[in-house]
Every structure is written in C-alpha cells, then in structure tokens.
C-alpha cells in the first residue's frame, strides 16, 4: 500500500491542486456546474421529445431508451471526468507544455490525464446517474444476481470503453494538427450514439460505432439483454454480455494509437 | 565520475511537407561532442542551427535519425523517466509551472512530481528560495509574476530535484541587466557549490563570458568550434567598443594604448574606442583616458553572439 501511495502521489498532488482551484472560484464553479446539469437535462428532453412523434424507437419504448439513455451517459460523464482532459493535447502540443511532461519521471499518458480534473463534469455523471435509476425503476427489470451484474459489468466497461475514446482521440492529434473536430466526431458523436438504439442506426453508423468504436456495447446492447429484448438480426442474445471485451479492444486500439501518435512525435521508428 | 553527455555522429532529419512535394531538412548533421561533470558550456549558433533540436534528443523528447547519445550515462529515449531525475531543463520560452497557481504551491507539486522526501524538499526550496531570492513573491500567483521574477521561479522548478545536469535554452532572453546578472551569479553560485553541469544555449555574450569556460558553435548542424570564449575571440576577433561621452570637444583619441579608434561625432564629444578585453581592461583604458579629458558618459558595447556567430560563418563560406 505504502508503494502505491508513493506512485500516486505525484499524480494525487496536481489533481488536489486543479480541485482547490476550481473550488477557489466559487460562483464560477456554481454557474459551470448548474450549466453543465442543463446541457445534461436538455439531451435527456431530447429522447422525450423523439417519442412525442413516435412511441417505439429500434424496437425500444421510452422506458427502456431512457434506460439505455442513463446507462449511456453516467459511463460517458464519468469517463469525462476522469480522462476528458486528454481533450487539451492539441493546446499542450501548440504550447511546447508537452516537452515539459517528457522532463519529469512519470508516464506522458498518465501525467496527461491527471494534470487537469474538471469537476462540473460531476454534474453531468449526476444527471446519468439519475436517468440510470429511474430508467431501471421504471422497466420491468427481471432483478436477479445475474442482471445486477449485467448493469454493473456494463457500466463499469462502458467507462473504459468512452476513456479509451478519449486516448484514441489524444494519439490521433499526434497526427492530425488542428484535428480535434475530426476526432470529436468519433468521441461525441460516440457518445450520441450510445444513448440511443443502436436498431435504427444504419449500416456505416453500425459498422463504425458497433465494431470499430463499440459504442453499442456501452448500452444498448446490455440493454437488451437485461430487458430480454429482441434485438437486431445480427445480435445474438448473449452479445450484451460482452461490454469487458469491447472495452479491451477499445483500449487495444487506443494505446496503439497512442503510442504510434508519441513516436511520430518523437519522429522516430514508429 | 562518467561523461554527462556524450553524442557520436549524432543528427536529426525532419520531413516537411512544402505544399505538395515533401523534402528533408538535416537540423542537426552529425554532432560528436563530449561534456564532463561540472562544466559550463555554451551551445551557440544562429537560429535554426539545430540547437533546441540537439536538447531535445539529448533530453529524449526527440529520436535522432543517426548516431549516439548518451545523457547522464542512459540512454535518454529508452530511458527518459529515469533521466528525469538528473536533468532539469529551464526553456525561456515556455513554463513548467502552473500559471494559476502561487510561486510556492508549484514547488510543491514539482516535489512531489520528482518524489522529494520531505527534508530534502525543504531544505532544497530553502536553498532555491534564499539564493534567487523568491521569497518576496513565494505567495504569487505566476500568471502575476514580471518575466525576471517568472524566469527565476523557472529555475528554481527546473533544480529543485538537484539534478546533475542543467540545460538552460536562452534563459536571459528578455531580462533586464539587474535579473540577468542576479540570474547568473546563482548559476555561477550552483555549480560551485553542487558541481552542476551547465549547457546552455544563449544570444547573449554576457552569459556566454560570465557562466561559460566552453563554447560549442554550430552552424547548418555542425559542429564548427569547441573550445574556450577567449580561443573564439581570437579567430574571429571579439573586440568590444567603449563609447565615451566627453565634457569638451576633443580632438580623436588615436594613441590611447591597446585601443583602436573607431570614430567621432560632434567634434569630438562623443568618440569610440575598440579594444581586445584580453590585451586590456576597460578599467585601464579608462584610466588612460582620465588623465587626458573629463569623461561625462560611458558605455560599453560588446559584441553580441549574433556577431561572433556571423564572422564565424562568414569565414566558413
């Protein structure tokens, strides 16, 4: 224990630093939390307003949406709040801050992900969370050791999964100057489709956000078999169990991109 | 105690794309050079000579495209986490502190970030705190700082772990002559006491004379010169030029000894000397000076890098 207290404590350091001083500023740190609540609260109305106009979307009604919804979303907030710094690469790489993460004995990823928090985020997890409990309190969720399980497992990966996505999107700006819009297609638009039926995604959006970014395994898939849904003709039922492997490939792909990305940095025999 | 850098045929191609077509700029060409524990070398060149590219391998940020170099005995790519822990890099250009945060608190951080037990820590920022004097702006936040206190708090981040080497990239670049010459009475002061190893890149002949016993000059990614200010000095000539401002018009002071005379203005009011600071002083010039005419004003020019760099290169061409 005492060992890893001595490894963390470097990253513990700056991390309570970033916290005291987003704490320091009081009323910006309320207005930036409220507003994160609200940007938060709109996305959910959206999946409300959608079934205004119909009510069964891919074969799910509004229980289990915003099932899917809350599920979704308290893994993407809080893989956000943990890793959502690694957003900032672009600025470091423009600012040279990067050459200083090289000069100081800690792993560049790791000292990328731990030097900034931003706690507003915890607003967002908290409006996920929300949709989460009532999305499981309103479906006619069949409660046993193995279904709390699935939730468990599948929230647990799909924190993984949107982490990875964040890394992914760090190693690639190694190659792409100025491409944080390309990547934040992937990442929030990721995100997007993760809290919404993967069924009635077409076949690109399946292809790209099922496979290649396992979106569909942060939710959707879990989703439908917690519920016993039946789903789209290419899930076999015990698909939604696989939310651990997705995460594995997930950051498989995110940690070959990152590191390919810090050799082209490095320009060296990446 | 073992060699602190040493490089063999060391060198850097970037690929940069020119609208279409692609080509190869060589930034460093092959850079074979040897530093011993407790030197002090100035790495000089024009800008675009290759000399952050050459910190930046020598600090493993970079991956040469050819040859060798070993910093601090490790390899400094494959081992960069552990060099860490015996280079400390000051960059006039950027910080590695927390701008939000006050003086004190990113000494702190950077403790801990270098694992400092809590005795060294304190008896290290005590040090740093006395010696560049920051005591006065410790509880500041660096975004508030003027640039010499900010560059000093630079310092002080990139020593507190007491490393064995120091690069510093144009540390004085933008400082007032008070700030320089407190800045490197500390380097000349850090040394001494902890026989550090200084390499530092500079355009300013003042840190090159006063931190300096050893100058290095590139031009186009090679090594041109190695060796002492003063074996420089003599190839290329590195006179400086007392300007002295005169009570009286006075006729042109062609004899004074040791001096050349570069001219006059105003009948004489205002006249420039050059003269070798190693065959003399300004000092003694001055007093040659005294007992013949009332001096008002004086200045003395020196040389800048940028001069010595361009007789060099001149003579190479």
């Known amino acids: ?241 696989c939310a651990p492997l997705a995460a594995l490939w997930a950051w498989a792909l995110a940690l070959l991109t990152w590191r390919a990305g810090v050799r082209h940095y490095q320009g060296g025999g990446g | 105690m073992n060699t602190i850098v040493e490089t063999d045929g060391l060198g850097r191609d970037f690929k940069v794309r020119d609208g279409v077509r692609r080509r190869t700029v060589v930034a460093v060409e092959r850079l074979s050079l040897r530093i011993e524990p407790g030197e002090a070398v100035g790495y000089i060149g024009a800008n675009g000579a290759g000399k952050s590219t050459t910190i930046k391998m020598l600090t493993g940020i970079l991956v040469p495209t050819r040859g060798t170099v070993t910093t601090c005995g490790l390899r400094p790519v494959a081992d960069r986490r552990r060099l860490a822990r015996e280079v400390g890099v000051v960059f006039g250009q950027r910080t590695q502190l927390w701008w939000d945060l006050p003086v004190r608190d990113s000494l702190r951080l950077l403790a801990s970030i270098h694992s400092l037990g809590p005795a060294a820590e304190r008896t290290r920022t005590d040090e740093l705190v006395d010696r560049l004097e920051l005591g006065e702006f410790l509880g500041t936040p660096v975004r508030q700082l003027s640039l010499g206190q900010r560059m000093r708090a630079e310092v002080a981040a990139a020593l507190l772990h007491s490393p064995r080497l120091v690069i510093l990239d144009e540390p004085t670049i933008g400082l007032d002559v008070l700030s320089k010459q407190r800045l490197r009475e500390f380097l000349v002061a850090e040394r001494r006491t902890h026989g550090t190893t200084l390499l530092l890149t500079t355009h300013d002949m003042g840190d090159v004379e006063r931190l300096c016993d050893r100058i290095l000059l590139v031009d186009r990614g090679s090594l041109v010169y190695d060796g002492t200010l003063a074996g420089l000095s003599r190839t290329v000539g590195a006179e400086r030029v007392l300007v002295v401002d005169l009570a009286t018009p006075t006729p042109d002071l062609v004899d004074v000894p040791d001096t050349r005379h570069l001219g006059s203005e105003g009948d004489g009011l205002r006249q420039r000397l050059a003269f070798d600071p190693d065959a003399t002083t300004a000092a003694r010039v001055l007093a040659a000076l005294a007992g013949r005419t009332e001096i008002v004003d004086l200045a003395i020019e020196e040389p800048d890098v940028e001069e010595i760099v361009r007789r060099v290169y001149a003579s190479r061409r």
Do not use: K
């Open chain 1, 1 to 241: 224990m005492g060992d890893l207290a001595g490894l963390t404590a470097p990253y513990r350091a700056v991390l309570g630093s970033r916290i005291r001083a987003q704490r320091s500023y009081r009323t910006s740190f309320l207005l930036d939390l409220s507003s994160s609540v609200l940007v938060g609260l709109v996305e959910l109305a959206e999946v409300w307003v959608v079934f205004h106009a119909v009510t069964e979307l891919g074969g799910l009604d509004l229980a289990a949406v915003v099932l899917v919804f809350g599920l979704a979303d308290l893994a993407f907030s809080l893989a956000d709040l943990a890793f959502g710094h690694c957003d900032t690469l672009p600025t470091y790489l423009r600012a040279g801050t990067l050459d200083v993460f090289y000069l100081r004995p800690q792993p560049l990823l790791l000292q990328l992900v731990t030097s900034d928090i931003s706690l507003r985020r915890l607003a967002r997890a908290a409006v996920g969370a929300v949709a989460l409990g009532v999305g499981l309190a309103v479906n006619d969720v069949p409660w046993s050791v193995g279904s709390v399980a699935l939730v468990v497992l599948s929230l647990v990966s799909g924190v993984a999964t949107f982490a990875a996505m964040f890394v992914w999107a760090a190693g690639a700006q190694f190659y792409l100057v100025d491409g944080a819009e390309a990547t934040n297609a992937f990442v929030y638009g990721g995100r997007y489709a993760a809290t919404q039926p993967a069924s009635v995604w077409g076949r690109p959006l399946v292809v790209v956000f099922g496979f290649f970014f396992p979106m569909a395994f942060t939710a959707y898939l879990p989703v439908v078999t917690l519920l016993g849904l039946p789903g789209p003709d290419w899930m076999p039922g015990w698909l939604g169990w």
